[in-house]
C-alpha cells in the first residue's frame, strides 16, 4: 500500500528544516504534495520546488491551499493519504519520529482519521487556542458521537475519501476543513474517527529556529500570547468560521435527507 503527503506550507524561516528533514518525509510516503500561498516568498518557493519529487505549486488565492493540496493528491496513485500543516508536520517528525510513523501505519487501517492532541500536547498551546478550539471540539464530538480534537492540521484518508472530498468539499474554506471534512464524510456514510498524538504540540514558537524550539521558549510564547487581546479575538474569529463551516456541512447533508 502507498501512501500521500499532502500538505500546506507557508514558510516562515523553515526552509532549511525542511531541507535537512526532507529525505525522512520520503522514507515515510510515496509522494509529496506541498501546496503554498500566494504571499510565500519567491526564493522560499524555488527551494521548495527543488527538493527532489516533490510535487510543489502556488495557489492563486490562500483559502484555497488545503483543498489544492487534496486535489493534487488524488490523481496519485496513493492508497492512502495523510494531511498536514507542514509547520506542524516538520515539529512532529523532528521531535517524535517514532509516533509519526506509528500514526503513519494507523492511517493505513483507517477510512479518515482525525488526528489531534493529547493533553500533553495541548499544555504546549496559549489558552487562547485551548479555550477557543475546546468550543469547536464540543459541538463536533457532540454531533458526531465520539469525542476527537478537530484543529490539529492533521488527517488521515483513504484513496475513497479523498475522491470523495474533491468533488463535494468547498474549495475556498481552509480553516472550515477541520470540520467540513469530516462532516460530509461521516454523513457519506465513511467511518470517520479519532486519535491523539503527543506530536501535534505547539509549532509556532519553532519559526526561524534551526531546530524545534524547546519547553522553555513554548512556555514564554505562551505568556506572550495569552496577554495580548488581538490574540485573543482573532482565535474566536478562527473558530467561527471552522464552527459555521462544519454546521453547513451538517445542514447541508441533513436538507439531502
Same mark, same amino acid.
Not at 37 to 57: N, R
Not at 68 to 85: F, G, H, I
Not at 123 to 149: C, W, Y
Not at 242 to 255: N, P, S, T, Y
Given at each position: 500500500?502507498? +501512501? ?34 500566494? +504571499? ?14 516533490? +510535487? ?18 488524488? &490523481? ?8 498536514? /500543516? ?12 517514532? &509516533? ?46 465520539? &469525542? ?44 470517520? $474517527?479519532?486519535?491523539? +498524538? /503527543? ?44 464552527? &459555521? ?9 441533513? $436538507?439531502?435527507?
Amino acid at each position: 500500500m502507498s +501512501v500521500a503527503l499532502a500538505t500546506t506550507f507557508h514558510p516562515r524561516g523553515e526552509i532549511g528544516r525542511l531541507q535537512r528533514l526532507y529525505p525522512q518525509l520520503q522514507a515515510l510516503y510515496d509522494h509529496i504534495i506541498i501546496s503554498m500561498p500566494p +504571499v510565500a516568498g519567491q526564493e522560499d518557493v524555488e527551494q521548495v520546488k527543488s527538493l527532489q519529487g516533490v +510535487v510543489a505549486f502556488v495557489n492563486d488565492e490562500w483559502p484555497k491551499g488545503r483543498y489544492m493540496a487534496l486535489k493534487a493528491v488524488s &490523481e496519485t496513485d496513493a492508497d492512502y493519504v495523510q494531511y498536514a /500543516d507542514m509547520d506542524r508536520l516538520l515539529r512532529w517528525l523532528e521531535t517524535r519520529p517514532d &509516533e509519526l510513523r506509528q500514526t503513519v501505519n494507523h492511517i493505513q487501517q483507517s477510512e479518515y482519521l482525525v488526528i489531534g492532541r493529547t493533553e500533553q500536547a495541548w499544555a504546549t498551546h496559549p489558552q487562547a487556542m485551548f479555550q477557543t478550539e475546546h468550543i469547536i471540539n464540543r459541538v463536533f464530538s457532540t454531533l458526531l458521537g465520539q &469525542e476527537m480534537d478537530f484543529g490539529a492540521g492533521s488527517k488521515g484518508l483513504n484513496r475513497a475519501a479523498v475522491k470523495y472530498l474533491v468533488q463535494h468539499a468547498a474549495q475556498d474554506r481552509a480553516l472550515g476543513a477541520d470540520t467540513e471534512w469530516a462532516i460530509l464524510l461521516h454523513h457519506a456514510g465513511f467511518r470517520v $474517527e479519532g486519535v491523539c +498524538v /503527543d506530536g501535534l504540540d505547539w509549532e509556532i514558537p519553532d519559526q526561524h529556529q534551526e531546530h524545534a524550539a524547546d519547553s522553555d521558549r513554548q512556555q514564554v510564547m505562551i505568556a506572550a500570547y495569552d496577554s495580548d487581546a488581538e490574540r485573543w479575538s482573532f482565535r474566536v474569529g478562527v473558530a467561527a468560521q471552522i464552527i &459555521e463551516a462544519g454546521l453547513d456541512a451538517w445542514m447541508r447533508e441533513v $436538507e439531502k435527507d
